[in-house]
């Protein structure tokens, strides 16, 4: 038998057990008392359209602030860390593997209420400022490893070439590394946005209000308002809507960085 009949065969095998797989969970669920509890459609009109208008652009909001304090943040982390003063590398160093360490649900706590209890500081926008200045912390902390290793993708001859030309060290990074750098670590940067998408539901610790809630707030409150798990199941509907396309978009970045390469 040719070894292309038998990898047919081994996919064919494959699909068979697949389909198999999902006729099984399909009769074996009931489905009578998924619909009671998850499907209702009176619950899910409830929900709307809040869960939309509030909740799921508190969420994107939320993401984009995080992320742009993040980013900010992990560039000057990221040269501290590729820095020649040692006490700056060390600096960068020690706050990286913190916050690497650290549960993000941690990080937050500590923030919104381990921070004003200690040291009597009140970040602006209360709680929620508090957990956003949290997930900026964390992110800030992944960003800083993807730009540092941008930064050291870049080949040498780049600086060494805009070095001769006369530009001093500041402006080769600025001018000529950064922006390569940049190039190469699009994908991971737009993991680290999905990732922060999700994060943000972890904001419940530090309390809200009906014009601040995420999605994953709104629909916790959602259920207990309704007895019903309904709005669980439109959070994960819009959460999937959103994040979807975003690592659809890493996809097609990886494979056109593959090519360019």
Do not use: C
Request: proline fraction near 5%; aromatic fraction near 8%.
């Amino acid at each position: 038998m040719r070894r292309t009949t038998q990898r047919r065969i081994g996919r064919g095998v494959l699909y068979l057990v697949f389909a198999a797989a999902v006729v099984a969970v399909v009769l074996a669920a009931d489905w009578e008392r998924i619909k009671a509890n998850f499907l209702q459609p009176d619950v899910a009109r409830a929900q709307l359209p809040e869960i939309i208008t509030i909740a799921a652009k508190n969420t994107i909001l939320f993401t984009v602030i995080s992320f742009s304090g993040g980013l900010l943040l992990g560039i000057v982390l990221a040269l501290m860390k590729l820095s020649t003063v040692t006490p700056y590398r060390w600096l960068a160093i020690a706050y990286i593997e913190l916050f690497r360490g650290l549960p993000a649900l941690l990080t937050i706590f500590a923030m919104a209420y381990v921070l004003p209890i200690a040291f009597q500081v009140h970040v602006p926008g209360g709680t929620i400022g508090a957990g956003l200045l949290a997930l900026i912390l964390v992110a800030a902390a992944y960003m800083a490893e993807s730009i540092r290793a941008g930064i050291q993708g870049v080949p040498k001859g780049q600086t060494e070439a805009a070095r001769s030309l006369g530009m001093s060290a500041g402006r080769t990074m600025f001018s000529v590394v950064l922006p390569q750098a940049f190039r190469i670590v699009i994908p991971p940067l737009t993991n680290e946005f999905v990732l922060l998408i999700k994060d943000t539901s972890l904001l419940f610790i530090a309390g809200s209000t009906l014009s601040n809630k995420e999605i994953t707030t709104f629909a916790r409150d959602g259920v207990i308002n309704s007895n019903n798990s309904t709005p669980l199941v439109m959070a994960a509907m819009l959460y999937l809507l959103i994040t979807i396309p975003l690592t659809r978009l890493v996809a097609v970045l990886e494979r056109r960085l593959g090519r360019s390469r």
